[in-house]
């Protein structure tokens, strides 16, 4: 996170998008006291954070992933898939819910004693709400500044369903999370099961 601030873009609107970062990064201190994450869950965490933090730097709009695949490649991202606008918002909506999710379901399973269905439908339904709450933050910190600072910070690009699709995405994840967690659960079961046989 700390590389992203180094010559900032748009420093005011990143400061902003930061703002649930820094909230995301203090709240894994007392959850650490109460709840030792698991490395792959705090890995989880922390590489959606990462690639939040890249997001944010460029206000996800202008993040210059068709310079970086040019660079890599010699071919941008938007033209072998048609793009006409910049969908690093969308991988990061997505990858909420592929992060997000296993580590929901690993907590209500190690706290609360959930068995695995009713734990991964949990899981889901929380990231499904909490990309609403986000999605209606940002409508609320649009029609709370200007419109320059909303399209900035929303980076809806002129999509009148961008909430609408983000957190579709973010549902898509979580489910597609869930699946491999229902899979994984349901083998080790059989396993279980085949070993007292």
């Known amino acids: 996170m700390a590389l992203t601030w180094v010559a900032p873009p748009y420093p005011a609107e990143q400061a902003l998008h930061h703002s649930l970062t820094a909230v995301a990064l203090l709240a894994l201190i ?3 006291r109460h709840y ?3 490395p792959a869950s705090l890995a989880a965490v922390l590489g959606f954070l990462a690639l939040h933090s890249v997001a944010a730097r460029w206000m996800y709009s202008y993040v210059p992933y068709d310079e970086w695949s040019a660079a890599l490649a010699g071919v941008r991202l938007s033209d072998v898939f048609g793009w006409e606008r910049n969908h690093f918002d969308r991988l990061v909506h997505l990858s909420y819910g592929l992060c997000a999710a296993p580590v929901l379901v690993r907590y209500l399973r190690d706290r609360w004693g959930l068995r695995p269905l009713p734990a991964v439908a949990a899981g889901v339904e929380l990231v499904l709400s909490t990309s609403a709450l986000y999605e209606l933050l940002e409508w609320a910190i649009a029609v709370t500044t200007s419109p320059e600072i909303a ?8 999509d009148v369903w961008d909430a609408h699709k983000d957190i579709a995405l973010a549902c898509l994840g979580a489910l597609a999370a869930a699946a491999v967690m ?3 659960s349901l083998r080790e079961a059989a396993a279980g099961s085949a070993s007292r046989s």
């Open 30 to 32: 007392p959850l650490r």
């Open 36 to 38: 030792a994450l698991p």
């Open 151 to 158: 399209e900035v910070y929303n980076g809806q690009q002129g």
């Open 182 to 184: 229902l899979l994984r």
